[in-house]
């Protein structure tokens, strides 16, 4: 396993579009994370998901966003009506946790979504 | 709620002088503590973690963090740093009962001949 995986990697879009951005994460990990990061800041939570069930949603997370994890493998990231704002990195990562385990997240290499 | 600081935004620094990067958090119950690195362009790569035991964790290429508990501190160090250090290092904390990363703001490492 090569660690997650993102899809596409760059994004540019007009403003008003939808856009769907795709994690894969580390084959065993039951936890799936989304950050946003923007330019000169560190990355900002969100949203997760444990196996198929998202737990927390962040105040970040407009109704224009949703996001999915039907299986409880991959992830997707939709952004409607896509506003110059979203212009953004979108990291995505995973973790294991389990008993006495404490997960440790390891991130993609993001996608990033430039709105014009 | 739990927060974390990295006050210095830039540190420049000579080629195999040491450096210290400084990250204070806040949080009102048990941390666990972490430093990223950022390559241009590339997603975060955990560098070094601290969840429990030795308050001292050290990572494969050389740097080290120290927990400190009573400063509320996770200085990440290195003794001579290289050339291909060059590279923006977050410092970030969850908890035991969170489970998402807060991170602070990034301190750019620009390491000069």
């Known amino acids: 396993d090569t660690g997650v995986s993102q899809d596409p990697r760059h994004k540019i879009t007009k403003r008003g579009q939808n856009v769907t951005f795709r994690c894969d994460p580390i084959s065993e990990h039951n936890r799936l994370y989304w950050y946003r990061q923007t330019l000169g800041q560190g990355p900002e939570f969100l949203t997760y998901?444990?196996?198929?069930?998202?737990?927390?949603k962040s105040r970040l997370l407009s109704d224009r966003f949703s996001a999915e994890r039907p299986k409880g493998s991959f992830s997707t990231l939709e952004i409607q009506r896509t506003e110059q704002g979203d212009s953004a990195m979108y990291l995505c990562a995973s973790s294991f946790t389990g008993y006495r385990r404490k997960d440790e997240q390891y991130f993609g290499p993001g996608t990033r979504l430039t709105v014009t | 709620a739990q927060s974390v600081t990295q006050l210095d935004s830039q540190v420049p620094v000579f080629e195999e002088a040491p450096v210290e990067l400084r990250c204070n958090y806040s949080?009102?119950?048990?941390?666990?503590l972490f430093w990223y690195v950022q390559y241009p362009n590339q997603g975060l790569q955990l560098l070094l973690k601290?969840?429990?035991?030795?308050?001292l964790v050290e990572s494969i290429n050389g740097f080290e963090a120290e927990f400190n508990k009573s400063q509320t501190s996770f200085h990440l160090r290195k003794p001579s740093v290289h050339i291909s250090d060059t590279a923006e290092y977050f410092c970030a904390v969850n908890t035991g009962t969170a489970s998402k990363l807060t991170f602070g703001t990034g301190t750019r490492l620009q390491v000069t001949l």
């Open positions: 998901f444990q196996n198929e069930a998202q737990l927390e």
């Open positions: 949080s009102s119950v048990s941390v666990y």
């Open positions: 601290y969840l429990s035991g030795s308050t």
